[in-house]
């Protein structure tokens, strides 16, 4: 189940289809998803080996995959016109993975949240205005044990765009 869960989620989080805001070509999209954060980062927030960065760069969105065996780690920067909805976005996850819960993420800002899913990991939603970002961290444990390497990776990708 796994992996479905995990090619689901992944090509889900590529494809986000943000109803409120409209995702933006004319906004240029000048840090790739896989300069945003480096194989060696996710090494040493994960503290696993994982494969070199998978990206793709479609328009306003930009996606890169870190793979093991059983797991994966995505980072997806997608450019958009306007704030996304909240409730929006929490109602497609909802519908997407019904046994998902959600949590505020603390400290990040007060549009980020989890989508913690049980048996598989977590995911880090930040909605911004011109930006969302979106951490998967699948395959490596309950979302209480990667939530905390779903964050590094977030600060370090922000911390560039």
Known sequence: MLPLLLLLLSS??????????????????????CRA?????????????????????????????????????????????GMPNLRTEMDSMKKLVPEASFRTAEGIGARAFFVDIPGAGTQLHILGEHECLLVSVLGFGEPAEVASVAEKIARKALARL
Do not use: K, M
Request: aromatic share 2%; charged share 20%; glycine share 8%.
């Open 12 to 33: 889900h989080s590529a494809n986000t289809g943000h109803t409120v805001a409209q995702r933006s070509p004319s906004l240029p999209t000048t840090v790739t998803a």
């Open 37 to 81: 954060i480096t194989r060696a980062e996710v090494i040493e927030a994960l503290g696993r080996t994982v494969n070199d960065g998978s990206e793709t760069t479609a328009g306003a969105e930009s996606s890169c995959d870190y793979a093991t065996a059983h797991g994966l780690v995505s980072l997806v920067i997608e450019r958009v016109d």
